[in-house]
């Protein structure tokens, strides 16, 4: 059994593959330095159990210039921490009940309404 359990956990770690995207707000230039935290999904990846990543919070007074979204090797091998436990229990039938995801981001340019400085009470005489 616990042959099974390890075969089963090395060809997941091996035919698992990292991946990459990318969303692109215009121009990519960053006038900060990168953020990052985990996302996490489960339940083949059907539910969503952190909440909905809203930019306009992350970035209040900037627009967001870019978004990735990866899994990395770290990702994967915390993933699959519940498929061994599950293939050990459901005997070799494993269920994905987590993914966690890497997300990056990063802050653009000011928003353009926010870039215009008011004028003072001196430039108004």
């Known amino acids: ?29 960053s006038a900060g330095h990168v953020q990052e935290k985990w996302h996490h999904n489960g339940i083949l990846s059907l539910m969503e159990f952190s909440p909905v990543i809203n930019m306009k919070t992350l970035c209040p007074e900037k627009s967001w210039s870019m978004i990735t979204t990866k899994d990395t090797f770290l990702t994967v091998l915390a993933g699959s921490v519940d498929d061994v436990v599950t293939a050990g229990i459901a005997r070799g039938a494993s269920v994905d009940l987590w993914n966690p995801q890497a997300i990056e981001w ?15 009470a001196d430039s108004a005489r």
């Open 106 to 120: 990063f802050c653009g340019a000011e928003k353009s309404g926010s870039a215009v400085a008011p004028a003072s």
């Open 1 to 29: 059994m616990k042959n099974l359990v390890l075969a089963a956990t090395l060809s997941g770690l091996c035919l698992t593959g990292c991946s990459v995207m990318h969303f692109k707000n215009g121009d990519v230039a």
